[in-house]
Structures are given as structure tokens and as C-alpha cells.
């Protein structure tokens, strides 16, 4: 399972530069290099966030509960 996970990650951080340069440019492993990075800041600030947005939406629930009709 985990090589099927990195495998799919390693083809998408390949597939998006190639897009925007050549494979064969000097510049593809910069571009990849940075793409991946976005990719990693990405996924770790999911990761953080979902705690502040669960206590952001109780807080939400809890106001409007004290509010409601």
C-alpha cells in the first residue's frame, strides 16, 4: 500500500511541471523540486487546520444556539 501511495505522489509531482517546462529543460528539477514543496506545505496545512476549523464550527454552533429564535 505505501508504494502505491508514493508511486501516485511521484507521478503527479512529474506530471504538473511537465506542463508548464519541458522534461529535458535544465529548469525540470527546479520547477519538480518546488511543486513537490507546495505539495508537502499543502498537505501539512490541511493537517494543522482541521482542529481549528472543528473548533471554529463549535464555536459557530455554540452562538447560534445562544442566538436562535
Do not use: C
Not at 502505491?4 to 529535458?24: C, G, H, K, R, Y
Not at 494543522?48 to 463549535?58: F, L
Request: glycine content about 2%; cysteine-free; charged content about 10%.
Amino acid at each position: 500500500m505505501p508504494h502505491w501511495i508514493s508511486e501516485t505522489i511521484l507521478t503527479v509531482v512529474n506530471f504538473i511541471p511537465a506542463l508548464f517546462v519541458a522534461q529535458d529543460s535544465p529548469n525540470f528539477m527546479l520547477i519538480r523540486a518546488m511543486f513537490g514543496l507546495l505539495l508537502i506545505v499543502l498537505v501539512m496545512y490541511l493537517i494543522a487546520m482541521r482542529p481549528i476549523r472543528s473548533a471554529v464550527a463549535r464555536y459557530m454552533t455554540k452562538i447560534s444556539k445562544q442566538n436562535g429564535p
